[in-house]
C-alpha cells in the first residue's frame, strides 16, 4: 500500500468494530485512507459502509447511543479518546449526504452557513470564499447571478453540488461523501463524478457507493466491506480486474448484492 | 336481505350525520344570536368609550384594553418559558426518566380545571408571594392584593402547556437531515438549535402564540379573583417619570370583557337594561377570539402546504 | 512530532486554497482556540437554562398540589371531618334531623360536601352523556363517512365550537337557552342542572370527536379491507370492526371529556341557579363545587374556615380530574403499545 507524504495515513482505522444501540455493525476494520486520493468503499445493502463513513466524523453518535472499540485516526491520532473536541473535528472533515440537504435559506446563506459558525463575518472575506467554494464545487457559473434565491430553486443535482460548495467552505482537510449521486440524475452524476476528480488533488476523498461502476471510474482504492467486515481493500484496478477474495469477485460480476 | 342491511346502514349513516350537523348548527346559532344581538349595539363610540349609567350606556373600551394588556403580559410571561421548556423537551432531554415526568407534567397541567388555577392564584401569587415581596420589599400592600401581573400570571400557567405543545411539535417537524448538515460542518448544539431548528420552526411557535392568546382572552374563572374589576375609574396605566411615556401599569386593577360579561349577565342591578350591551360585549369578544383561532389555523395550513412542497 | 486535537489545529501542507488566502486552514491558532472555549461555556450555561426551563412544569404543578392539599388540610382543624358529610340541624317543625347543607357563612357554618358534588355529578354525567352521543357520532362520520373535502372544513368547525370561551355560552343559557327549555319542558326551575348540562355539552363535543376522529382514521387499513372483503357494508364495517378496534381512544375521550365536563365553572356558574341542593332531579337547581369556589372566593376572608373550605373543595375537584385525567393516559398509552404491534 502506498502512502501519502508522511508516515500516516490521511485516516486510518485500526481494528475499529462499532456497535450502534449495542447492535455491532462493524468487526474489527482495519482501513487505511491515503492523502490526496479517492477511497471507494463498496459492498451490499447493510455491509457497514455507512457506519464506516458516520464513524469518521463521528456524525453517527447525535441521534443514537454508539460504542466503539479499536481506534480511528486522523492525521495520527485516535479521535475516539476522551476529551476530543468533536465540534473541531467536524470543521476539518466535511460530509456530502445520500439525499441533498440544503438549508431552507439563500444560496448564498447556505454556503456561508458553516463559516458564519465559525466565526468569519467579514462580507468581503464571506464573498471571496463563497464563490471560490461555489467555482470548486463547478456550480459559480450556474447561481452567481442568483445568490439570494432559495437553494431549493435548484434541481436536484445542482442542490447537490450546493451541499459540496457549502462543505468545502470551511476547506476541510478530508472529504466524506455518502452515496453523493445516488439521489441524482445521469447529468447530476457526471457533473458530480467530475467535480470529485478536480477535488482529489487537494483534499482526502472517502466515498461510500453501491454503484460499482462509479467505485471503477472514480476512485484510487476500492474497499470491499460485507457484513460488517473488511473484506478486501486494494487499488481500484486491482480489485475489478484481479480480485484476491472469492467474496469479492462475486459481488463485483453480480452474483449477489 | 342484502336491502335491510343497506338500509339500516343508511340509516345510521344519516344519523351520524346529523349529529354532526347538530354541532355545527349549535356554532352557526351561537354565532348568529351573538352578531343579531350584538351587532346592533356596535359603534365606533361603543367600542372606545367608556361605561355610563351602571353600564346601561356608553362603551367598552376600558374592558378592550385591558383584555389587550392582560393578555400581552400573559404571553410576555408564558412564551419564553414554553419555548425554552419545550428546547430542552426535544433537543436534550431524550427519553429518560426526567423527560417522561416533564411530558406528564405538562400533560397533567393541560387538564387542570380553571377555577383551579383562580384558587392557585389567590393562594399563590396574591396571598403567598405578593405579600412576602411587600414584606422584603416593605411596601406595604402593593403586591399584596388583585393586580394585572398576578392575573397575567395565573394565565400564563394555564395557557403554557399550549405553547410547549405547539412548540414541541414544530421543532420535531424540523427534519433530522438538516440538523445532520449543521452538525457536519462543525455546529455546537446551541448553533443548531438557534440557526436552524428555531428559524424553521417560528411558524408554528408563532401559531402557538396566537391560540394562547386566544385561550388567555376567553378565560374568566382564573381572573375572577386575581385582578379584574367591575367599573374602574381610569386605565391601568401609568406614566414613567422623567422619561414621560404613558405603560401599563401591571400593579393596576384592570377591566376585561369576559369578566365584564360575566359581572353584567350576572350581577347588575338591572338585568334586563344592560342586555342590549352584554350581547354587544359578548360579541366583541368572540370576535375577537374567532379572528385570532382563525388565523392560527390558517397560519398552520398555510406553512403546511409550503412545508409539503419542499 | 507530537500534536493533540484537542490543544492545537495541526497544520497539514497547505491546500490551493490556502495558497489563495481563501482558507479557514491558516486562521489565528489561539483566536480559534479562545473562541471555542467561549463557546463551550456558552453552552454549558445555555443547557443549565434550558434545564430550569423544563423543570417549571414540574414546579408550577407540583406547587398546585402543595397548596391546594396544604390549605385544604387546615380546614379540618377549624372544621370537624364529620361535617363535610352533614350537620345536625333543628328543622322548622323543632325535631332534629341530620341534614345535608353547605351554607358556610351564618354563626354554625355549615359544610357538608354532599350538595357540591351531587350537584357537579348531576351536571357532568349528562352532559358528558350528550357530548358522547355526538361527538361519536360526529367523529365516526369525520372519519369514514365524509368526503376529503368535507372533512376539510367540518373539523376546523367542529374545533372552533371548543374555542368559545365559556362565558359567552354560560351567557347564552342564562339569556335565551334557560326560557327555552322551561317553554318546552314547563321546569320550576329556569336555571337548572339540565340547561348547564346542555352548555357543557356543548364544550366537550369537540372533545371527543377529535379524539375519536383521529382513532379510527389511526386504525390501519388493513382491518376496512379484511372487513369489506367479506361483503360487509359501510355502516357494518364502522359498527363491528372500526368502532370496537378504536374502542380504547375512544373511551379515553369520554374519560376526558367527562373530566372537562367536572372542572367547568363559568357555564354551570350562570346556568345551574347556585341553589346549594340536594336531589337528584336533573331540572333542579344545583350548585357545582367549581361554581361554589368561584362565587365564594371574593367575599372570604383570609384565614377563616370558609376559606380553608374553599381549598378544600378545590382540592377536591382537583383529585377527580387528576384521577380521571390519569386513566385516560393510562387508556391511551395501552392503546399506542397495541397498534405498535
Not at chain 2, 379572528?291 to 395550513?301: D, G, H, K, V
Request: glycine share 8%; charged share 15%.
Amino acid at each position: 500500500m502506498e502512502s501519502s507524504a508522511g508516515n500516516s495515513y490521511k485516516i486510518e482505522t485500526r481494528s475499529l468494530s462499532y456497535y450502534y444501540e449495542d447492535h455491532k455493525v462493524l468487526h474489527s476494520v482495519s482501513l487505511p485512507i491515503p492523502d490526496k486520493k479517492v477511497t471507494a468503499v463498496i459492498g451490499p445493502s447493510g455491509c457497514g459502509k455507512s457506519t464506516l463513513i458516520k464513524s469518521v466524523n463521528r456524525i453517527g453518535e447525535i441521534t443514537s447511543q454508539i460504542k466503539v472499540e479499536g481506534e480511528v485516526l486522523f492525521n495520527g491520532e485516535n479521535i475516539y479518546r476522551p476529551g476530543v473536541d468533536v465540534v473541531e473535528l467536524r470543521r476539518r472533515i466535511g460530509m456530502v449526504f445520500q439525499k441533498p440537504n440544503p438549508f431552507p435559506k439563500s444560496i448564498y446563506e447556505n454556503v456561508a452557513f458553516g463559516l458564519r459558525i465559525h466565526g468569519i463575518t467579514g462580507k468581503e472575506q464571506l464573498d471571496s470564499i463563497v464563490e471560490q467554494s461555489l467555482r470548486q464545487a463547478a456550480l459559480w457559473d450556474e447561481v452567481k447571478d442568483r445568490l439570494s434565491e432559495s437553494a431549493f430553486k435548484l434541481s436536484g443535482g445542482q442542490q447537490q453540488r450546493l451541499c459540496i460548495a457549502r462543505a468545502l467552505a470551511l476547506d476541510p482537510e478530508v472529504i466524506l461523501m455518502d452515496e453523493p449521486c445516488s439521489a441524482l440524475d445521469p447529468t447530476g452524476t457526471a457533473r458530480t463524478e467530475e467535480t470529485i476528480q478536480v477535488l482529489k488533488s487537494d483534499y482526502c476523498i472517502l466515498i461510500v457507493t453501491h454503484n460499482m461502476q462509479q467505485a471503477a471510474r472514480v476512485s484510487d482504492y476500492t474497499a470491499f466491506l460485507n457484513l460488517g467486515r473488511l473484506i478486501e481493500h486494494d487499488l481500484t484496478t486491482n480489485i475489478f480486474t484481479n480480485p484476491k477474495n472469492k467474496l469479492t469477485e462475486d459481488y463485483i460480476t453480480g452474483r449477489f448484492g | 336481505m342484502k336491502c335491510k342491511r343497506q338500509l339500516s346502514g343508511m340509516i345510521f349513516e344519516w344519523t351520524a350525520r346529523s349529529f354532526t350537523l347538530i354541532s355545527m348548527i349549535a356554532l352557526i346559532t351561537i354565532l348568529g344570536v351573538l352578531f343579531l344581538k350584538g351587532s346592533q349595539v356596535i359603534t365606533w363610540e361603543f367600542l372606545t368609550s367608556e361605561p355610563l349609567d351602571g353600564m346601561t350606556r356608553g362603551g367598552i373600551f376600558p374592558a378592550i384594553f385591558g383584555t389587550i394588556s392582560v393578555t400581552l403580559l400573559m404571553i410576555i410571561l408564558a412564551l419564553p418559558l414554553g419555548v425554552a421548556s419545550a428546547i430542552y423537551l426535544v433537543e436534550y432531554a431524550g427519553t429518560g426518566f426526567l423527560a417522561r415526568t416533564i411530558r406528564a407534567a405538562v400533560n397533567n397541567l393541560a387538564g387542570v380545571p380553571s377555577i383551579v388555577f383562580g384558587l392557585f392564584g389567590v393562594g399563590f401569587f396574591i396571598l403567598f408571594l405578593g405579600r412576602n415581596i411587600d414584606k422584603v420589599l416593605q411596601t406595604g400592600l402593593l403586591f399584596g392584593q388583585p393586580a394585572m401581573l398576578w392575573a397575567a400570571a395565573t394565565l400564563s400557567i394555564l395557557v403554557l402547556p399550549v405553547v410547549i405543545v405547539s412548540t414541541e411539535e414544530a421543532i420535531r417537524a424540523v427534519p433530522l437531515s438538516h440538523r445532520e448538515a449543521a452538525y457536519a460542518l462543525g455546529a455546537t448544539k446551541f448553533q443548531v438549535i438557534s440557526r436552524v431548528v428555531l428559524p424553521q420552526s417560528l411558524p408554528g411557535i408563532l401559531t402557538g402564540a396566537i391560540l394562547s392568546v386566544s385561550r388567555g382572552a376567553g378565560e374568566t374563572a382564573p381572573i375572577l379573583f386575581t385582578g379584574c374589576a367591575y367599573f374602574l375609574p381610569r386605565l391601568p396605566v401609568v406614566t414613567i417619570p422623567y422619561l414621560n411615556i404613558p405603560m401599563i401599569n401591571p400593579l393596576d386593577q384592570f377591566m376585561e370583557l369576559s369578566y365584564h360579561l360575566f359581572i353584567m349577565a350576572t350581577q347588575s342591578i338591572d338585568a334586563q337594561a344592560t342586555r342590549p350591551i352584554q350581547y354587544g360585549t359578548a360579541f366583541v369578544l368572540i370576535t375577537l377570539t374567532f379572528l385570532l383561532n382563525l388565523s392560527a389555523i390558517s397560519l398552520r395550513i398555510y406553512f403546511r402546504r409550503r412545508h409539503k412542497r419542499r | 512530532m507530537n500534536y493533540s486535537l484537542s490543544d492545537e489545529i495541526k497544520l497539514p501542507p497547505p491546500s490551493s486554497r490556502e495558497v489563495a488566502g481563501l482558507s479557514l486552514r491558516n486562521v489565528d491558532l489561539r483566536e480559534t482556540s479562545r473562541r471555542r472555549l467561549k463557546l463551550k461555556v456558552q453552552e454549558f450555561f445555555i443547557e443549565k437554562f434550558l434545564f430550569l426551563n423544563g423543570l417549571t412544569s414540574i414546579i408550577i404543578i407540583a406547587l398546585i398540589f402543595i397548596f391546594l392539599f396544604k390549605e385544604g388540610v387546615k380546614a379540618f382543624t377549624e372544621i370537624k371531618p364529620f361535617q363535610f358529610i352533614g350537620t345536625h340541624i333543628i328543622n322548622f317543625s323543632g325535631q332534629e334531623v341530620f341534614a345535608y347543607i353547605w351554607q358556610p357563612v351564618g354563626e354554625q357554618g355549615k359544610y357538608s360536601l354532599a350538595p357540591l358534588v351531587l350537584g357537579s355529578l348531576l351536571v357532568a354525567i349528562p352532559a358528558t352523556v350528550i357530548a358522547t352521543i355526538l361527538g361519536v357520532g360526529s367523529g365516526v362520520y369525520l372519519a369514514e363517512i365524509a368526503s376529503r373535502r368535507r372533512r376539510e372544513w367540518m373539523k376546523p368547525v367542529i374545533e372552533l365550537l371548543a374555542g368559545i370561551p365559556t362565558v359567552i355560552i354560560g351567557f347564552l343559557c342564562l339569556s335565551f337557552l334557560g326560557t327555552a327549555v322551561q317553554n318546552l319542558f314547563h321546569t320550576s326551575f329556569r336555571l337548572n342542572a339540565f340547561v348547564g348540562a346542555l352548555g357543557v355539552s356543548l364544550v366537550i363535543v369537540p372533545v371527543i370527536a377529535t379524539i375519536t376522529d383521529d382513532t379510527i382514521r389511526a386504525i390501519p387499513d388493513d382491518l376496512r379491507e379484511a372487513a369489506y372483503a367479506l361483503g360487509a357494508t359501510r355502516w357494518e364495517t364502522i359498527w363491528k370492526v372500526l368502532i370496537p378496534a378504536g374502542i380504547s381512544g375512544i373511551t379515553a375521550s369520554i374519560i376526558l371529556g367527562m373530566g372537562r365536563a367536572l372542572g367547568e365553572t363559568m357555564i354551570v356558574l350562570m346556568a345551574t341557579g347556585n341553589a346549594a341542593l340536594v336531589t337528584l332531579d336533573i331540572f333542579s337547581s344545583v350548585r357545582t363545587m367549581t361554581a361554589t369556589i368561584a362565587a365564594e372566593l371574593g367575599a372570604v376572608a383570609q384565614g377563616s374556615a370558609q376559606y380553608y373550605a374553599l381549598f378544600l373543595v378545590g382540592a377536591t375537584i382537583f383529585t377527580f380530574t387528576f384521577f380521571l385525567n390519569l386513566i385516560a393516559e393510562v387508556v391511551i398509552n395501552r392503546m399506542r403499545e397495541k397498534l405498535k404491534l
